[in-house]
């Protein structure tokens, strides 16, 4: 049998499906599963239709069963080859994609990232001392600056001088041209991709990209010129790297890569920092708890110690699982027919996992609409229960750095400024590009500089000059 002709599927169009995908993609989600279960065949996709799973137990034979039953093809994500480029390891293959795979995990794993710890802990306070008291910023803006100055350094090794700074700013510029559901649609529908020059979307865009384009490049051409055996930025050991026919990376895919890890590894995790601000604020009982753990610690904690706060760690993946940045796992397409949870899936069948439906399953998550890190201290959860960063062969190379990135960033705010929420009134999300974040940004306000006590009722003024 097909896959869709023994599951259901919303009953509206092909088109109005796409449509409400694109506006509300958590409305979308929650109607279908509730109208039509775990299973569903949806048409948002161009290609066909799309089956979503979010049981685990689905979940789980569609993130191991790759290479067998089950392929991750590159191609199927041509919706990011705008963005990334035709050589981004999003768009690769089988062993291409595995050879790619290797040669970026090491920078973001083990011992490596642990370097990054105090840079992120410097980062955080040069960022936040920008801001006075009463000034009002909004948070995802802020992390925005935070997490582009780390994963710049992480690729490019670079900190300072000007194609840092004109990078920074053209990266931002570039991803904010598809920070609503309205100009997210350009992804989607490839005729409405036209150049009519600088001063229409799609225009503006390619314009940006240019300018990204020259800074890149002149930074592989002087890294050519110039090679420094002493650096360990990525850029470094993609440039040594070397294919079984001992040939170097082009200059071209050098560049999908670099800009892949750019819009990966900053704009995900912004987003994730920016909620985390949101519900720690939202909460202040939450607050109190994170403080009353730093304060544990004492005085000039190490990073590291840091990291390893369990009730930090909760909230943080709390925050990962009520609203994943990342909504789905990577597409799957069936190679030999299989069965999953009493339903027949044929070759050509594509199955994707959506992260968000599992994160919001009642019989997992009671109460899955509140905010409880609390759940994360009282039950450990499968990689099938719990997967922000997705799985299998295609999970979140940077998982790790994101994780303690997001961890640190939120315990040097807490212990070192007193923030407030802008507002009082909820913040929902809505769809950023082809991400999940907070609709307006999170709106908050600095209303001191401060560095808790080890009574974390008592804040004590900071005597860093600030």
């Known amino acids: ?38 299973i569903f065949a949806a048409k948002v996709f161009r290609g066909g239709e799309l089956v979503y799973v979010s049981h685990p137990e689905a979940m789980k034979v569609i993130l191991t069963r790759d290479t067998k039953e089950l392929f991750a093809p590159g191609e199927i994500n041509q919706i990011f080859k705008p963005l990334l480029g035709n050589y981004s390891i999003i768009l690769m293959s089988s062993a291409r994609h595995q050879r790619e795979r290797k040669l970026l995990m090491p920078p973001f794993h083990g011992t490596q990232i642990q370097n990054y710890a105090q840079l992120i802990v410097n980062l955080t306070e040069q960022v936040m001392n920008q801001l006075t008291p009463g000034e009002n910023f909004t948070a995802r803006g802020k992390m925005q600056e935070i997490s582009l100055q780390v994963i710049i350094e992480a690729v490019f090794g670079l900190h300072e001088g000007e194609n840092y700074r004109k990078l920074s700013k053209l990266i931002t510029e570039m991803f904010e041209l598809f920070s609503s559901p309205a100009t997210s649609a350009f992804l989607f529908f490839p005729w409405l991709q036209k150049d009519w020059g600088v001063w229409s ?82 909460f202040p009982e939450i607050k109190q708890k994170l403080l009353a753990e730093l304060a544990s610690l004492g005085e000039n904690p190490d990073p590291m110690a840091i990291y390893r706060l369990p009730y930090l760690t909760a909230v943080c993946q709390e925050t990962l699982r009520i609203y994943p940045v990342g909504m789905l796992t990577f597409p799957r397409e069936v190679i030999s027919p299989i069965k999953i949870m009493n339903h027949e899936f044929e070759p050509g069948t594509v199955l994707i996992g959506s992260i968000y439906s599992t994160h919001q399953r009642e019989d997992l998550y009671p109460e899955p609409h509140k905010f409880k890190p609390e759940r994360f201290l009282e039950r450990q959860y499968s990689a099938y229960e719990y997967l922000p960063f997705g799985g299998g062969a295609r999970r979140c190379i940077g998982y790790a750095l994101a994780e303690m990135e997001m961890r640190l960033v939120l315990a040097t705010i807490l212990a070192n400024y007193q923030l407030d929420l802008a507002t009082q009134k909820p913040v929902k999300p809505a769809r950023r590009g082809l991400t999940l974040a907070p609709a307006g940004g999170v709106k908050m306000v600095m209303k001191s500089k401060q560095k808790i006590s080890n009574n974390c009722n008592e804040p004590i003024v900071s005597r860093r000059q600030l």
């Open 1 to 38: 049998m097909t896959a869709t002709k023994s599951i259901k599927s919303p009953n509206s169009p092909a088109f109005l499906q796409l449509i409400k995908w694109i506006v509300d993609p958590l409305g979308y989600m929650n109607s279908a599963v509730r109208n039509c279960g775990d």
């Open 201 to 282: 979307p799609w225009g503006n865009f390619l314009s940006q990209q240019r300018q990204i384009d020259e800074i890149i490049y002149a930074e592989i051409k002087a890294r050519r010129a110039n090679p420094d055996p002493h650096r360990n930025d990525i850029l470094t050991l993609l440039l040594a790297a070397r294919d079984e026919a001992g040939e170097p990376m082009t200059d071209t895919e050098l560049r999908d890569e670099l800009l892949t890890l750019l819009f990966a590894g900053h704009e995900t995790t912004a987003t994730a920092m920016a909620w985390s601000l949101y519900w720690v604020h939202r």
